[in-house]
């Protein structure tokens, strides 16, 4: 089949397409790159079934040729990247979302969303089942990025109803893996980055928020199921084992031989509390679960971000507490 992936140049994107490519599928890579890398799909671009096309999803978009299924993951996925690019943000979930439903409307092809957990907010309801219809500010800070994916997704459901498209929503939870950037302030690679050059830890707040965290692996796994499934509503992709934020640097620190120490610095606002997905759905309706344990897709990320370092890549993980307690990202007062 051909699959036409936008933001395919991102991290999961490129997990996506690797996993097509070995599947023995076509894939078309759709990227602007503003925060995907031509380096993250740079292995595959000598493949005849594989092609990259630079373009804003945007902007209208078409292709010659026959096309199966349309993916739409375009998106500033790291709260430092949304906070700095707050409009772009909002465009890739509402119009670069149309843009990919009327690509796969054209062609009769299934269509999947990737949406978030962050459609939950500071959720009320714990664990996160879909049923939940969540707790977002919709001004606030994280708005840009949490009521862009809820409009993506009400559009998709339009799309699904008035059309009869095959569509499909995933609703992903933190994940974590080689190709993530180094500086797009994610705790995941800002703990390793730190760790790796013998920096402390830093812990937002008081490190008692939770997230549970899924390896990339699985989620492409998760994906490409809910895409072949036929279920129209919205299904959480994650891993439900739940760490606070300080366990999971107490992690870090015993995989580095506790030679790191933590420092603590102000939580950003709105700083979801708690997060963990139910993943009763997906294991009915796709038989799927996560299947890595996080200790091991810990050791393959690390052994990334080391040669990545080694490499002389220059990270700048303190980009996300300037970015997050900036003047401009205070409240409105309501
Ligand atoms: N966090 C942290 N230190 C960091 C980066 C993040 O303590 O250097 C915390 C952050 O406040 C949040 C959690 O880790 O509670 C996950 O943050 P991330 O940006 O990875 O994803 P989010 O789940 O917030 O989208």
Known sequence: MRYVISGAAGFIGSHLCER??????????????????????????HNPRFEFIEHDICKPFDLPGQVHRVLHLASLASPVDYLNHPIETLDSGSIGTKHMLELAL????????????????????????ETYWGNVNPVGIRSCYDESKRYAEALTMAYHRKH????????????????????????????????????????????SQTRSFCYVSDLVDGLLRLLESGEPSPVNLGNPREMTILEFANIIRERFGNTVSISFHPLPIDDPKLRQPDIDKARRILRWEPKVPLEEGLGITIDFFRDKIEGGSSASVDARARVM????????AL
Not at 26 to 40: A, F
């Open 20 to 45: 097509l490519i070995a599947e023995g599928h076509d894939v078309v890579c759709v990227d602007n790159l503003i925060t995907g890398h031509r380096e993250n799909v740079e292995h595959l671009l």
């Open 106 to 129: 054209r062609r009769n092809a299934r269509f999947l969303l990737t949406s978030t957990s962050e459609c939950y907010g500071d959720p009320l309801e714990h664990p996160q089942s």
């Open 164 to 207: 009869a498209m095959k569509t499909s929503i995933a609703r992903i939870f933190n994940t974590y893996g080689p190709r993530m950037a180094l500086n797009d302030g994610r705790v995941v690679p800002a703990f390793i980055d730190q760790a790796l050059r013998g920096r402390n830890l830093s812990v937002f707040g008081d490190g």
């Open 325 to 332: 307690n900036r003047p401009d990202q205070v409240q409105p």
